[in-house]
């Protein structure tokens, strides 16, 4: 007998709210009372021809939602670039052109013959800790400590991963 599903009507508008309200995709989840593993899953069942249409529905939401969220939250920043908040107004230049105002993070790497190369993110990962589930780990890691940047001060220390065991499996 299969398990009954978690993805009923009251989760979904639950979720649905959250995201409309702003909260992050985890903490929507939270709301709904699954975890944010699931919320992928049934995003993820929304792919395809055969896609069941309660999940192609809910996927079209989903994506309303995070519309409605993201149209008021520009409208608070743009309000507050304008009374004169430079960090609001840097933040607006940042979000509107990355690649000019955005912070600039770049690696380069070079193939055998010394010619510039193009790596993803994972192939990086992979050849820096020459295991291919190094990469699963670090998402994982990441995923763990729900990495947000902030501005880290001369005293500041950058809080510590505490997972012994996805730090051991790179080693």
């Keep these: 007998m299969a398990r009954p599903t978690l993805f009923n009507e009251n ?3 639950r979720f649905l709210d959250a995201i409309r309200q702003g909260d992050s995709f985890r903490a929507a989840s939270a709301c709904a009372g699954v975890n944010h593993q699931t919320v992928y899953k049934w995003l993820k069942k929304a792919e395809g021809r055969d896609a069941p249409s309660e999940f192609v529905v809910f996927l079209d939401e989903y994506k309303a939602a995070v519309g409605e969220a993201e149209d008021y939250y520009v409208s608070k920043l743009k309000a507050a670039a304008d009374q004169g908040n430079t960090t609001a107004a840097i933040f607006m230049l940042k979000s509107i052109n990355r690649e000019r105002y955005g912070d600039q993070q770049r690696v380069e790497t070079r193939d055998r013959t010394g010619e510039p190369e193009e790596v993803s993110e994972d192939e ?10 190094a990469v699963e780990h670090i998402h994982a890691l990441i995923e ?4 947000k940047p902030r501005n880290v001060g001369k005293r500041d220390k950058p809080e510590a991963v505490d997972d012994a065991a996805s730090l051991e499996a790179l080693r």
């Design 11 to 13: 989760r979904k508008r």
């Design 144 to 147: 763990l400590v729900d990495v």
């Design 124 to 133: 990086l990962i992979r050849r820096m800790y020459g295991r291919p589930e």
